[in-house]
């Protein structure tokens, strides 16, 4: 049986899942990646180090972003949503985003040491002093949500 999701399950699945596919476009490319995510019930916040996606975001802040669940072929869920890229610019601000992103995110590390910008570098100190990290939020301005399950 196919179906849509209510608020109420698209919010549970945007808040249970940490990794979700972000596609931007600007300049006739398309580029769909993974990103480490929290979700509030309003934005998707994320992290980034300067490379296509920020580049292409920054162009054209319209994005989409997709989460799921799949157990199987035939029982699934998923929520795509629209919205603006905003990049986090107050020092106060970006602290409480990646304190909400490693919070979320570090409890589901495998090795003790590992650090939430190990897809960025491999060592948390090069974070503010090799590499810059852009912090940012999608404002959601429209989503949907579909299930199926046998």
Known sequence: MLGELTDQQMDELLKKQVTGRLGC??????YVVPVNYTYDGKH???????????????????????????????????????????????????????????????PLAEKPDSHPSHG????????????DLVIYRIVITKRTGRFERD
């Open 120 to 131: 960025i570098t491999a060592n948390d100190s090069d974070i503010g002093t090799r590499i």
């Open 44 to 106: 998707i916040y994320a992290h980034s180090a300067e490379g296509m996606k920020v580049n292409l975001m920054r162009k054209n802040p319209e994005v989409c972003f997709e989460v799921d669940n799949i157990e199987n072929i035939f029982k699934w869920e998923s929520v795509i949503l629209w919205g603006r890229f905003e990049e986090i610019e107050g020092v106060d601000e970006q602290q409480r985003v990646m304190q909400g992103i490693i919070h979320r995110l570090m």
């Open 25 to 30: 476009h600007a300049d006739g490319l398309t």
